[in-house]
């Protein structure tokens, strides 16, 4: 069987929330104002570290590539979401649909990392703070940055080869507002036995690794602080850190919520507001978390207005 008869499938219709009117009311009222957030929100982080040299630290850095992460995911499904919803359904090429995965799936699972070395970074500083400066220099950073953009690159190619390979057949029909990869998989009619395998294994190093990272670096972390005499001083420590653990508690618990535990085909509803959850209020949220909890931030953005 050639190529061509393997892929019968040319395009994708994504359903939207086309069986909740109202439901689909209300996103249209809001998700506007969310990609509005999300985009100026994370490109006033950039540009902030970018322009400060008082946020110029690894901590900065770093917070600079959860951004962009941010701004992928928003700008890759937020848009075509959008038109989607509002005509209560619409399509997507099959390359599309595949692409719209891509660079989504790239996003998160570089994200994993980025927070990983954030806490890894918050570690360095609290446990060995006469070492940090030399260690956490500005070509480490650099380099640890395209690693971690190569690690989910990397991740990602190969999941994509396999799904390519896969035979796609019938129907075509996506009961969602993003191509997402359980309901690309329900549309295959090729045995899905062994990418399922594929994407657990691929799970343990770019999802779990680094969750079980940061878990180590702040047991660390925390010993370290409750070493310390003053109340003053632990009070330092966990407020530097207090954003950081927000936004992995958001990121991972979402992700758990979305992936590890899916909501059944009669609950699809659910599944589909905690997706527009996990892409759209998880990327709003973080530039608000760490402009409101961290004083440099507000005191750059302070500077900024003044101007």
Known sequence: MNIINQTIVTE????????FPNLKTTILLFLPLFLIVTVCGNILIIWLVASNSSLQSPMFFFLTQLSISDLLVTTVIVPNSLYIIYNEGGTMSFPGCIIQFYFFAWSEASEC?????????????????????????????????????????????ILIISIIQLQFCG????????????????????DTNIIEMEIIILCVPFTFT??????????????????????????????????????????YGS???????????????????????????????????YSLKNRDIKKALKKCVAL
């Open 12 to 19: 994708i219709i994504l359903l939207g929330f086309g069986d």
């Open 113 to 157: 990392f980025i927070l990983s070395i954030m806490a890894y970074d918050r570690y360095m500083a609290i446990c060995n703070p006469l070492r940090y400066s030399s260690l956490m220099n500005k070509m480490l950073c650099i380099k640890l940055a395209i690693i971690i953009w190569l690690l989910g690159f990397s991740e990602q190619l």
């Open 171 to 190: 129907l075509n029909v996506i009961d969602h507002f993003f191509c997402d990869l359980s309901p690309l998989l329900e549309l295959s009619c090729s």
């Open 210 to 251: 680094p969750l079980l990272s940061i878990v180590v670096f702040y047991v660390y972390i925390v010993q370290a602080a409750l070493a310390i005499s003053t109340t003053n001083g632990r009070s330092k420590v966990f407020s530097t850190c207090s954003s950081h653990l927000i936004v992995v508690s958001i990121f």
């Open 255 to 289: 992700l758990t919520g979305i992936y590890v535990h899916p909501a059944k085909k009669k609950s699809m509803v659910a599944n589909k507001i905690a997706s527009l959850l996990y892409t759209v209020l998880t990327p709003m949220i973080n530039p608000i978390i």
